[in-house]
C-alpha cells in the first residue's frame, strides 16, 4: 500500500471514530481530498485507494484535473471570482465558496445560459475575520429568499473556514454554523432545502463532524506537506 493510501485509510479511521463520538453514521459524511500543489500521479493514487471526490482552489488546476479525472466528483472550494464562473459552472460538482449575493446570481445567469442547474454552498465568515471571504451570517435570510427564485442554482447547504488554532478553540465555529443551518432549515425558504455543511479540515475535522459537518475537506492529512 502506498503512503497517500496509508493516510486516506487513517483519515477514513478517525472519521468513523469522530461519527461514532457524536452518534452520527460515518456514510453520511463526505471526504473531499485537497488537491492544491498535488500533481496528478497523486490523485491517481488517492482514487486508486477510493477516494471519490476531490476540492480545488485554483480554477486553472481545478480545469486540467477536471479533463484528466471527469468520472470523480470535483468540488471547487476556492475564491471564485466573477470572470472565472463560466470555467467552472456545469464542471462542478458543488461549488463550495459562494461568497456573495452578486455571485449567486453570476452563478445563476451562467447556469441557466447553459441550461444547467448548479449546486452550491454558500460561504459564511462565521468567525467575522477580516482575512476570510464569506457572507455575514445577518445576510443569509435575504440570500436565501433571493436564491428560491433562481431557476439555475441549487442551495445545498452552508461552509465555512475556521481560524487555524486548536480544534478545540475552534468548535465555537462549527457549533454556530449549525445552529444557522438548523434555523434557517426551519424557516423553510420556497424551494430551498440545506443539506450540506462544509466544515473542517486537517487540524481540525474530527470536531468538524462532531458539530455537524456532512463534508470535511482535507488535503495535507491524505498527501502529506
Not at 445577518?138 to 441549487?154: F, I, Q, R
Request: with cysteine; hydrophobic share 45%; charged share 25%.
Amino acid at each position: 500500500m502506498n503512503a497517500i493510501a496509508e493516510r486516506y485509510d487513517a483519515v477514513r479511521a478517525r472519521v468513523i471514530d469522530a461519527a461514532d463520538a457524536a452518534d452520527r453514521c460515518a456514510e453520511d459524511i463526505t471526504i473531499v481530498a485537497v488537491t492544491k500543489h498535488v500533481g496528478v500521479p497523486e490523485v491517481r493514487k488517492a482514487i486508486s485507494a477510493g477516494c471519490t471526490d476531490f476540492g480545488e482552489n485554483r480554477v486553472q488546476e481545478f480545469l486540467g484535473k477536471y479533463g484528466l479525472f471527469p468520472d470523480v466528483h470535483w468540488h471547487f472550494i476556492g475564491t471564485l471570482q466573477s470572470n472565472k464562473v463560466k470555467d467552472v459552472v456545469g464542471r462542478a460538482y458543488l461549488i463550495h465558496s459562494v461568497d456573495s449575493l452578486k455571485l449567486l446570481e453570476r452563478v445563476n445567469v451562467v447556469a441557466e445560459t447553459k441550461g444547467v442547474v448548479q449546486r452550491v454552498l454558500l460561504q459564511v465568515n462565521v468567525s467575522h475575520e477580516a482575512s476570510k471571504h464569506g457572507l455575514d451570517p445577518d445576510d443569509l435570510e435575504e440570500v436565501l429568499c433571493a436564491a428560491s427564485a433562481m431557476h439555475g442554482v441549487e442551495v445545498c447547504g452552508l461552509m465555512t473556514i475556521a481560524p487555524l488554532a486548536r480544534a478545540e478553540s475552534v468548535r465555537w465555529v462549527f457549533h454556530t454554523l449549525a445552529e444557522l443551518f438548523a434555523t434557517l432549515n426551519a424557516m423553510r425558504f420556497n424551494g430551498v432545502e440545506l443539506r450540506e455543511l462544509s466544515m473542517g479540515m486537517t487540524n481540525d475535522f474530527p470536531v468538524a463532524i462532531e458539530e455537524g459537518a456532512t463534508i470535511i475537506r482535507v488535503g495535507t492529512a491524505i498527501f502529506g506537506r
